[in-house]
């Protein structure tokens, strides 16, 4: 679990073990996503104002219901700022994606998108299931993970396909971000999410592992992988009691070479557990 060759937080790396368990195909899709939300009621984060109680020195004009929107620029920017791209936009949600006047006609096998980590908690236990933990994910993307060679499983292989045999990005089976990010998109898939089996199964049959859209797990973010003092080798849910920040995995549409180097299974990042994005969905587990 883990690399040494790309970002700090991705270290150290070490061995997990963990239990049997099942896991989704695929990302949860705004199709399965609309049935959980007809069939409850459920009010996603995104569709509910912040109490301006608990932000009091927040701009009044962002206390409304709404979700961030990737927008792209008009030309190339520094990197070093993502509010260039980031647009935050009122009455964006999983069934506004754009916010007001989209929809999502004709993507309900879309990975759903906009959903906060307790959206995801409300969905897994509607389906009886339950998110995966970040050593379950990363144990299950590195079924698809292959040497040099592209014929043999290994412990140190970074990608899920043959890196060194692949002259264009647009060749992956991965809908990641192709052309000139943040402004100019040239690839064949995309731009935004792709519709689930747009891309083939890995060696486990699981799609989209790796880039569409981050995926949420029920583990509290830490910097690095480290276990707790006196930990083991085995692999128990991060501690998740008053935690803000959840580790999401998988890389989305838009991790790019340029800027985000993170369409691996070892890759990992935290957010906020009430916050919800245009790349950032969720699929479940069962014991």
């Not at 100019?184 to 592992?209: C, Q, W």
Request: with cysteine.
């Amino acid at each position: 679990m883990g690399s040494a060759r790309f970002y700090p937080e991705e270290q150290p790396v070490r061995v997990v073990e963990v239990e049997p368990f099942w896991i989704d195909h695929a990302p949860v899709t705004v199709g399965e996503f609309a049935r959980f939300v007809h069939e409850t009621g459920h009010v996603t984060t995104a569709e509910i104002a912040p109490d301006p109680a608990e932000f009091p020195d927040a701009d009044p004009d962002l206390l409304v219901a709404g979700s961030l929107v990737f927008t792209p620029t008009s030309g190339p920017v520094p990197l070093d700022d993502h509010r260039r791209w980031w647009r935050f936009v009122a009455g964006a949600c999983w069934s506004r994606p754009s916010g007001p006047g989209s929809d999502v006609e004709g993507r309900a096998d879309h990975p759903v998108t906009h959903v906060s980590h307790s959206d995801a908690l409300a969905y897994a236990a509607w389906a009886g299931k339950r998110l995966p933990g970040e050593a379950e994910w990363e144990f299950a993307a590195r079924g698809g993970c292959a040497d040099a060679q592209g014929d043999e499983l290994t412990a140190d292989a970074e990608f899920t396909w043959d890196i060194d045999g692949i002259d264009d990005l647009d060749d992956v089976p991965a809908t990641v971000f192709v052309g000139d990010f943040p402004w100019r998109h040239t690839g064949r898939r995309g731009p935004g999410t792709t519709a689930i089996y747009t891309n083939p199964p890995d060696r486990r049959g699981l799609v989209d592992m790796i880039g569409n859209v981050w995926e949420w797990t029920a583990d509290a973010h830490t910097r690095d992988h480290r276990p707790p003092a006196g930990g083991s080798c085995c692999a128990p849910a991060r501690p998740a009691t008053l935690a803000r920040h959840r580790t999401i995995k998988g890389g989305s549409h838009l991790c790019s070479p340029q800027y985000c180097l993170r369409y691996r299974p070892a890759a990992r990042q935290g957010q906020d557990e009430d916050s919800s994005t245009g790349h950032l969905g969720f699929r479940c587990v069962a014991d």
